[in-house]
């Protein structure tokens, strides 16, 4: 039997294309893989087994008449905050449990366009906030998987589905993805339409995708933007600037993971430079949180009022501390995103890539979804930005490697990530996911 | 924008409102999450760029 979930998306769609493999066989291989980890991991608000069969049928005999598509039986989960026609998009949120899409959300009508299997709807934090979602994070059970993509992250991590959606408003792509161990990509602010995915805070969401590398993270986002994008990297070593005010944030072991990885790239030829945030990084989180509030306060004050118990605690909170600040100060900070983004953005004109840290250090517990300041900075600049396993810290948790870059420059980003993927050491598997594997032969 | 509009004004501001509003128990559950949006607020508050040369924000983060 082939073992689509150890290759890439490519590999599998070449593997259609020759006839080896087949999309219902794909789904099957997802389906058991779910069947075997989801009573620890908790990565599906819904799995829709059927549907997906259907699908892959359907698909298979598009692929019998020498139909493949770029996505061809790739089997994909959705944030559940994303309308999937005919399936609840629960948020999270137990009024919303009977709450049926009667459309497909942009993003999940062109998924299918390319020939990918919806397999289901992965667990967010409620409403794409900040309340942790029951989900485990695969490396270790009692560590948060992040958010508030958590299932979207966990489920690639968990070798369920090599491809997944997720939305990040303040750090909820990366952020899992880091803690997770996979890449995560959030293209530039409105690179797709987010037509059909619920709002948090509109000038901040992003759609996110996850994977295991980024030569999948490039192909589905060039399919998606139907655009040609080379994925095999840049031959050329990139120019980088390391964001130093960031290091001052981080725990020391990832302060010291994060140098060493640098200095990996620097071994390998990249050309690195150290230096300070134009703008008080302090000022662009208080401006990207007074942002985001105010816009959740409008979004949710009318339903907050319906429901208020059934909103969790740090949800509700947000939306009645949003509500009471005042109009001008709102504005202010809208007008102060400008000059922050004029001025960020300049700096990445001046490197292939600014790079940080993904995370100020690995997973925490399951009581938070842990710290989103390191990734909230290009939520609010709309700059594309993309995470990738750097190694594992102490404890055996994964760490990541944050790249920025400039806005619409979202390709030259995808370069630049896959010249330092294939510097960095790749992650093993998960051992509770290697176990599981195993047992599958 | 004033500067004595610090964090601690602003935090018994926005004690205040949240307790006209949502009443003393909700003002006291969501006490974490004024403090930081007080920090928030003053912060901007104190912030001394020429407003002048700042563009109005017209279209959202696409402008």
Same mark, same amino acid.
């Given at each position: 039997m082939s073992h689509p979930e150890r290759g890439t998306i490519a590999e599998t769609v070449a593997m259609i294309r020759r006839g080896e493999l087949t999309a219902s066989a794909l789904v099957e291989q997802s389906l058991a893989r779910i069947a075997a980890l989801e009573p620890q991991i908790?990565?599906?608000?819904? @799995?829709?087994a059927d549907g997906a069969r259907q699908a892959a049928v359907a698909t298979d005999h598009l692929a019998q008449r020498g139909a493949v598509l770029p996505l061809h039986g790739i089997p994909v989960g959705v944030k559940d905050i994303i309308d999937v026609a005919g399936?609840?998009?629960?948020?999270?949120?137990?009024?919303?449990?009977?709450? @049926?899409?009667q459309h497909d959300a942009a993003i999940v009508a062109r998924l299918r366009a390319l020939g990918a299997i919806l397999l289901g709807k992965t667990h967010t934090t409620q409403f794409a906030f900040a309340d942790p979602a029951p989900t485990r994070n695969?490396?270790?059970?009692?560590h948060t998987p992040g958010g508030s993509s958590s299932g979207s992250a966990a489920a690639v991590a968990a070798r369920m589905i090599p491809l997944a959606i997720g939305t990040q408003t303040a750090g909820s792509v990366l952020r899992p993805a880091a803690y997770c161990g996979v890449v995560g990509f959030k293209p530039t602010y409105n690179w797709f339409p987010l037509a059909g995915t619920l709002p948090l805070a509109w000038s901040l969401d992003h759609l996110g995708l996850f994977a295991r590398s980024v030569r999948d993270i490039t192909l589905a986002y060039a399919a998606i933007c139907e655009q040609r994008v080379d994925a095999t990297g840049r031959e050329v070593a990139p120019s980088l600037v390391v964001l130093t005010d960031f290091l001052d944030r981080t725990e020391p072991a990832a302060r010291q993971h994060f140098l060493a990885t640098v200095d990996q790239l620097r071994a390998a030829g990249a050309h690195v430079r150290e230096q300070r945030l134009p703008i008080d990084l302090d000022l662009i989180l208080d401006v990207h949180h007074v942002i985001m509030l105010t816009e959740m306060a409008a979004a949710h004050w009318q339903q907050l009022h319906a429901y208020p118990d059934a909103y969790g605690p740090r949800l509700r909170a947000a939306v009645e501390a949003g509500q009471l600040v005042p109009a001008s100060l709102a504005l202010h900070a809208r007008r102060l995103r400008g000059e922050i983004t004029r001025q960020l953005n300049d700096l990445a004109q001046t490197a292939d890539a600014l790079v940080l840290p993904t995370v100020s250090g690995p997973a925490p517990g399951l009581e938070t979804t842990g710290d989103r300041s390191f990734q909230a900075v290009w939520s609010l600049t709309g700059m594309p930005s993309i995470s990738l396993p750097s190694g594992l810290s102490p404890d055996g948790l994964p760490l990541g490697l944050q790249l920025v870059g400039q806005r619409a420059c979202d390709r030259r980003l995808l370069h630049v990530a896959a010249w330092c993927e294939q510097v960095l050491p790749e992650l093993p598997t998960p051992p509770i996911v290697a176990a599981s594997l195993a047992v599958d032969g | 924008m004033t500067p004595q509009w610090d964090q601690d004004w602003w935090e018994q501001w926005l004690r205040e409102n949240a307790e006209r509003l949502y009443g003393p128990a909700r003002r006291e559950a969501i006490a974490d999450e004024l403090a930081r949006m007080a920090k928030a607020l003053a912060r901007l508050s104190a912030e001394q760029r020429d407003l002048a040369a700042l563009p109005l924000d017209t279209t959202g983060v696409d402008g």
């Amino acid at each position: 039997m082939s073992h689509p979930e150890r290759g890439t998306i490519a590999e599998t769609v070449a593997m259609i294309r020759r006839g080896e493999l087949t999309a219902s066989a794909l789904v099957e291989q997802s389906l058991a893989r779910i069947a075997a980890l989801e009573p620890q991991i908790q990565a599906w608000a819904l @799995v829709d087994a059927d549907g997906a069969r259907q699908a892959a049928v359907a698909t298979d005999h598009l692929a019998q008449r020498g139909a493949v598509l770029p996505l061809h039986g790739i089997p994909v989960g959705v944030k559940d905050i994303i309308d999937v026609a005919g399936l609840p998009t629960q948020a999270g949120f137990a009024p919303r449990a009977h709450h @049926v899409a009667q459309h497909d959300a942009a993003i999940v009508a062109r998924l299918r366009a390319l020939g990918a299997i919806l397999l289901g709807k992965t667990h967010t934090t409620q409403f794409a906030f900040a309340d942790p979602a029951p989900t485990r994070n695969p490396w270790h059970l009692e560590h948060t998987p992040g958010g508030s993509s958590s299932g979207s992250a966990a489920a690639v991590a968990a070798r369920m589905i090599p491809l997944a959606i997720g939305t990040q408003t303040a750090g909820s792509v990366l952020r899992p993805a880091a803690y997770c161990g996979v890449v995560g990509f959030k293209p530039t602010y409105n690179w797709f339409p987010l037509a059909g995915t619920l709002p948090l805070a509109w000038s901040l969401d992003h759609l996110g995708l996850f994977a295991r590398s980024v030569r999948d993270i490039t192909l589905a986002y060039a399919a998606i933007c139907e655009q040609r994008v080379d994925a095999t990297g840049r031959e050329v070593a990139p120019s980088l600037v390391v964001l130093t005010d960031f290091l001052d944030r981080t725990e020391p072991a990832a302060r010291q993971h994060f140098l060493a990885t640098v200095d990996q790239l620097r071994a390998a030829g990249a050309h690195v430079r150290e230096q300070r945030l134009p703008i008080d990084l302090d000022l662009i989180l208080d401006v990207h949180h007074v942002i985001m509030l105010t816009e959740m306060a409008a979004a949710h004050w009318q339903q907050l009022h319906a429901y208020p118990d059934a909103y969790g605690p740090r949800l509700r909170a947000a939306v009645e501390a949003g509500q009471l600040v005042p109009a001008s100060l709102a504005l202010h900070a809208r007008r102060l995103r400008g000059e922050i983004t004029r001025q960020l953005n300049d700096l990445a004109q001046t490197a292939d890539a600014l790079v940080l840290p993904t995370v100020s250090g690995p997973a925490p517990g399951l009581e938070t979804t842990g710290d989103r300041s390191f990734q909230a900075v290009w939520s609010l600049t709309g700059m594309p930005s993309i995470s990738l396993p750097s190694g594992l810290s102490p404890d055996g948790l994964p760490l990541g490697l944050q790249l920025v870059g400039q806005r619409a420059c979202d390709r030259r980003l995808l370069h630049v990530a896959a010249w330092c993927e294939q510097v960095l050491p790749e992650l093993p598997t998960p051992p509770i996911v290697a176990a599981s594997l195993a047992v599958d032969g | 924008m004033t500067p004595q509009w610090d964090q601690d004004w602003w935090e018994q501001w926005l004690r205040e409102n949240a307790e006209r509003l949502y009443g003393p128990a909700r003002r006291e559950a969501i006490a974490d999450e004024l403090a930081r949006m007080a920090k928030a607020l003053a912060r901007l508050s104190a912030e001394q760029r020429d407003l002048a040369a700042l563009p109005l924000d017209t279209t959202g983060v696409d402008g």
